[in-house]
């Protein structure tokens, strides 16, 4: 549970309370942890002011989700034909199989980081290569059951999603084409025959369904719990500013700062971003003055029956009624948008000034788009089912194959990262909030890998939620020990021990309680070496006595030993942890979609990991016993937290038609000789009812590659 106080510096912030490890769920307690809950009737975690209090920034909260679901399928707002959804049209994720290769871009150092790898199979892979099924796993072991035998096969390239052509943004085109007018500029990476490819990220795609449940987004959680109307990083970006209207005709920019809104934040991150969505240069109000005056989805099929759109499709099949200006109006509260004059200068010399609606674009559609995503919620599953009267730890809807499976998954840990009604500890610390006991930290110190001798157990400080399970050594991906634009940690426990250290202060405004940890530095520094938490002990009840914090010259010695001693912090090469729900269609798997299969996950978890990384979390991911019966059944539970609902798109999940780059001819664009010609896919409008028998469900990712 959260609650607003104000911190020793007297800025608001937010206190995440402790979370009890072993706590009691009804019916009782496994050896390792509880059945977690269903998350049928868990509320997404609100936005304070958006929708509620005497003025609310969105006054009609249907418009806003029709606004939303038309910019995320939108393919005008891309550069050259990219959409939201490109990248997420398939049970919130991406199952293209060409031209989805990425170099280890951040394998900082490594001659392997701007060079492709040839694969598993022997092909040589790189740009417009079509994956095939022995390409996986990408660490490729003689006993995938034993981390120490033989490696046959591994490499730092990833598996992702491909965006963008590389190009450098002149202006918008007045052609009505869709496509801004973008100047090629040469790939040395991406590219076959001498004819750019389009990029790929440096990072698989997770899924949207279930995200809107986050304290963070992104694998390394730059997007930001807090939206500050312009960026992904919260308070931390000092220029983010929305332009307000006040009465009198007055406008002024006035620094946003809605919480629980980290869906917004990570919104606005692809639109700009030059090889996912956009040519380099472009800026956010461009986007709006080219959106503003069209037909939202213009030229894209939208079903009768779409369960949003529908009501707002147009008479001709294609796109909606009306503009997005018109959408944005009403939707979004005047002082938004109703401002005379001008609103900064536009990066086109020759075009005028933006006006208020263009300027806030951005702010628009972070907040549309996370209306919107926090619809896509799955919770009709076998595992959602009334829990068993006999047996009050297991779903009614299991049969006993995926019962089974059940109580391996508790009796191996699994529940501990994959914990809470999303089965993620990654959710907002509220989703964990159960009655009569307290919620999940940001920040906790836990038992991980010997940071000493190389071989014993250390007790270092975690972000909740991020783990460096050793899927790649920590220096092929810095993850959650990596920096925002501005210098900033990415980090939360990082940004804590450097305020221990009176070094700087923490720039995201979180509270973290010693008393809260699960080893508090009491439990391994002596009393001598210790001082009176400032932040206080209300709140810590019984564990008041655990409110304490190392001496200065005590923290000053730690940080010079190897690892930094007792102040180790175990972020570096930390990801995410993703929800387990539709695991079985949102493959292929990690952080660098490096595992094909669930059976390839599993063995992954029950070898102990990849690689022995110094801040890999032993005392979770570690070498366990498990028959290919058992593997077989642990599979099966997996499989019970698929969303029929997902599987055959019906509403929430139904959608617009979109083309979607999908590899490339081997022959130059017309319009753009320097491009090789795209390849597209063509994913068929869907309504509220989903799928029809013809078409059939969509697959697990597996299933569309060849062998």
């Known amino acids: 549970m959260s609650q607003l106080l104000n911190a020793v510096s007297g800025k608001v912030s937010l206190l995440i309370a402790v979370s009890v490890w072993g706590a009691l769920l009804p ?3 496994t050896a390792h942890g509880n059945t977690p809950p269903s998350l049928k009737g868990v509320k997404v975690p609100s936005t304070p002011g958006l929708l509620d209090g005497a003025d609310p920034i969105v006054v009609n909260k249907k418009i806003a989700i029709q606004l939303g679901k038309a910019l995320f399928w939108d393919t005008h707002v891309g550069s050259d034909g990219m959409a939201c959804a490109s990248c997420h049209f398939h049970a919130g994720a991406d199952a293209r199989v060409i031209n989805q290769l990425s170099t280890g871009k951040l394998h900082k150092r490594a001659a392997t980081s701007s060079t492709f790898e040839p694969t598993a199979s022997g092909d040589a892979g790189g740009p417009n290569y079509k994956l095939k099924t022995g390409d996986f796993p990408f660490h490729k072991l003689a006993n995938p059951l034993d981390q120490s035998s033989a490696v046959l096969f591994t490499t730092d390239d990833v598996l992702s999603s491909s965006g963008v052509f590389l190009s450098h943004f002149r202006g918008l085109n007045p052609d009505g084409s869709g496509h801004d007018d973008c100047a090629p500029r040469n790939d040395s990476i991406f590219q076959t025959g001498g004819l750019n490819t389009r990029r790929v990220q440096p990072r698989h795609t997770p899924s949207v369904i279930n995200a ?3 304290f963070r987004n992104f694998w390394d959680g730059r997007a930001n719990n ?8 919260g308070v931390r970006d000092p220029n983010a500013a929305v332009w307000i209207a006040e009465q009198n005709g007055n406008v002024h920019l006035d620094k946003i700062k809605l919480e629980n809104a980290a869906l917004a934040s990570q919104a606005v991150a692809p639109p700009t971003n030059s090889s996912e969505m956009s040519c380099m240069q472009r800026k956010f109000p ?35 009624k009306g503009t997005y200006e018109a959408f944005i109006k009403n939707a979004f509260a005047p002082r938004y948008w109703s401002g005379i004059g001008e609103f900064g200068a536009s990066a086109n010399k020759n075009s005028p000034p933006y006006n208020q609606m263009e300027a806030n674009f951005s702010f628009f559609f972070g907040l549309a788009l996370q209306l919107y995503e926090q619809t896509l919620i799955s919770d009709q599953t076998p595992f959602d089912t009334p829990r068993n009267q006999a047996s009050p730890q297991i779903p009614s809807g299991l ?15 699994c529940a501990i990262c994959h914990r809470g009604p999303t089965l993620s500890s990654a959710a907002h610390p509220d989703v964990y909030t159960l009655s009569d006991e307290f919620g999940v930290r940001v920040v906790n110190r836990k038992t991980v890998n010997g940071s000493f001798t190389g071989n014993g157990i250390a007790n270092g400080l975690v972000d909740e939620g991020f783990f460096n399970t050793s899927v790649t050594p920590t220096d092929n991906d810095p993850g959650l020990g990596g920096t925002d634009p501005f210098g900033n940690p990415l980090s939360f426990s990082t940004q804590y021990l450097q305020w221990l250290l009176e070094l700087k202060e923490m720039v995201d405004p979180v509270v973290i309680k010693s008393c809260d940890l699960d080893n508090p530095f009491a439990k391994d520094f002596k009393p001598d070496e210790l001082i009176d938490d400032p932040i206080g002990s209300v709140g810590c ?34 990801f995410k942890v993703p929800s387990l729900r539709n695991i079985e269609l949102t493959g292929p798997y990690m952080h660098n979609g490096s595992m094909l299969t669930l059976e390839q996950v599993v063995e992954f978890y029950f070898r102990g990991g990849n690689f022995n990384n110094p801040h890999h979390f032993a005392t979770l991911v570690f070498p366990q016993s498990i028959t290919e019966t058992q593997k077989g059944d642990l599979v099966a539970f997996l499989k019970s937290l698929t969303d029929e609902r997902v599987r055959w798109e019906r509403a929430p999940f139904d959608h617009p038609q979109i083309l979607i780059p999908h590899g490339h001819e081997e022959i130059a664009d017309e319009q753009n000789p320097a491009f090789a010609k795209d390849r597209f896919l063509n994913v068929p409008a869907i309504g509220k009812e989903g799928r029809d028998a013809a078409l059939g469900p969509i697959k697990p990712f597996h299933q569309y590659l060849e062998n």
């Open 27 to 29: 019916g009782g307690v």
């Open 212 to 214: 809107g449940y986050n």
């Open 226 to 233: 807090i939206f500050n109307g312009v960026s992904p990083f």
């Open 286 to 320: 461009e986007i709006g003055r080219k959106l503003l005056k069209h037909r939202p989805l213009q030229d894209q099929e939208v079903h009768p029956q779409d369960s949003v759109l529908g009501v707002v499709r147009s008479a001709s099949g294609k796109g909606l």
């Open 399 to 413: 049969n006993p194959r995926q019962t089974r499976g059940l109580k391996i998954f508790l009796d191996a840990h």
């Open 541 to 574: 009840y019984d564990r008041a006595v655990y409110a304490k914090i190392p001496k200065l010259a005590v923290m000053q010695a730690e940080m010079k030993k190897r690892n930094q001693g007792r102040l180790l912090t175990a972020v570096n090469g930390a």
